[in-house]
Nanobody
């Protein structure tokens, strides 16, 4: 079973930046799409951004213009550049990879805290 591990989270001041990475324990092939989701305390998990292998991306309205999702390779399939961070971006961020045939992988999450 392939495991995904997110990294790059941490504590940052409002207006700061972080870059999240997603590493796979083994190469993942036949990827259909990748994404980042987040879950704040007391709230449901929500979509942040997705990208297909053809490069078509989609963003939540709350992060448009501030976050950028990008593709990597079979071992590091997806990244998330987060700029102009706001306190409301505080959440646990999860990476997600979907293979052709709809098999999905999730990471354990990385904490992002935006606070002064």
């Amino acid at each position: 079973q392939v495991q995904l591990v997110e990294s790059g989270g941490g504590l940052v001041q409002p207006g700061g930046s972080l870059r999240l990475s997603c590493a796979a324990s083994a190469s993942i092939f036949s990827i259909n799409a990748m994404g980042w989701y987040r879950q704040a305390p007391g709230k449901q998990r929500e979509l942040v951004a997705t990208i297909t292998t053809s490069g078509s991306s989609n963003y939540a309205d709350s992060v448009k213009g501030r976050f950028t999702i990008s593709r990597g390779n079979a071992k590091n399939p997806v990244y998330l550049q987060m700029n102009s961070l706001k306190p409301e971006d505080t959440a646990v961020y999860y990476c997600n990879v979907i293979q052709v045939g709809a098999r999905a992988y999730w990471g354990q999450g990385t904490q992002v805290t935006v606070s002064s």
